[in-house]
């Protein structure tokens, strides 16, 4: 199943996001844990420069432990610092701002030494539905970004006082126009990223189904109480599904949408276990 989405507003949020980098000291860059490859943006790169990088590995409730780890290890250099953490938990975030004053302490030391109490801005950034919107509110306390369980929501940048002496940019989120690898379009469409709407969701399941019994495979036949089957195709096992939870319409067939979406929003509430689809060998 080969995947673009690219909506028109995406391209201004790049613009916006290239002009208002040079207002800011820091980045904070939110990766959905479940596919921190798939979810960085390749025109971001251009975008950030130079500046330092807090990398949140987001969702780490939803993601296998010891990947999260590795991708930690991984993210983590000079100038760059990666945080896992789960937005939606009270003072999730006191993680970030530590991160900030640590990758920002030497700015902080002169402005001491000058008596200047400038704040400290950073621009929030990353794909449709990473929980940007979430990990600001979390920061500041309060629901002041407005957030939702699907690409898409935030639609223009935003400026946010944080508690302290910080701002931060909430910023759409945002793809790119051309996927070249057709995995990465894939994982993030598994995670909500591109939305449903513009998917055949049958067809994109079979690929997911694949990819589990791949990488996860008593995860996935536990959750559907399902035995592996002998020279058996990801349709196969779509049908068991199916089967099992009486998903047929009118006439008897199988209802494959229905199974499908029920596979899916499985994977994206955690009900499958943790998983990463981006996994560090």
Not at 6 to 23: I, S, Y
Not at 166 to 179: A, K, M, Q, R
Not at 200 to 209: G, K, Q, T
Request: proline residues 5%.
């Amino acid at each position: 199943m080969i995947i673009q989405w690219f909506p028109g507003h995406m391209t201004k949020a790049l613009r916006e996001m290239e002009q208002n980098v040079k207002k800011v000291d820091l980045v904070i860059y939110v990766l959905d844990s479940r596919a921190p490859f798939s979810c960085q943006n390749p025109q971001f790169t251009q975008i950030i420069g130079s500046k330092p990088i807090i990398y949140v590995l987001n969702k780490t409730d939803l993601s296998d432990d010891r990947q999260t780890q590795e991708w930690q290890k991984r993210l983590t250099g000079e100038n760059r610092l990666a945080i896992p953490l789960v937005s939606t938990m009270t003072n999730a975030s006191k993680a970030i701002v530590a991160g900030m004053e640590k990758l920002l302490a030497q700015k902080l030391e002169r402005n001491r030494e000058k008596g200047i109490t400038m704040p400290l801005r950073a621009m929030v950034i990353g794909v449709p539905n990473c929980g940007k919107s979430t990990l600001i509110n979390n920061l500041c306390g309060k629901y002041k970004a407005i957030t939702g369980d699907r690409p898409s929501v935030t639609r223009s940048t935003q400026w946010v006082k944080v508690a302290g002496n910080i701002e931060v940019l909430d910023t759409p989120g945002t793809l790119w126009p051309s996927f070249e690898d057709n995995e990465i379009a894939h994982n993030l469409a598994y995670i909500n990223a591109i939305k449903d709407e513009v998917l055949d969701p049958a067809e994109l399941v079979l690929d997911f189904i694949a990819k589990m019994l791949k990488e996860y495979p008593s995860q996935f036949l536990e959750r559907y109480d399902i035995e592996l089957l002998t020279d058996a195709q990801p349709v196969d096992y779509l049908a068991k599904v199916c089967e099992k939870r009486k998903f047929i319409i009118k006439g008897g067939d199988l209802d494959w949408e229905r199974g499908a979406r029920a596979i899916l929003d499985d994977f994206r509430k955690g009900r499958l276990g943790k998983i990463t689809l981006d996994k560090i060998v």
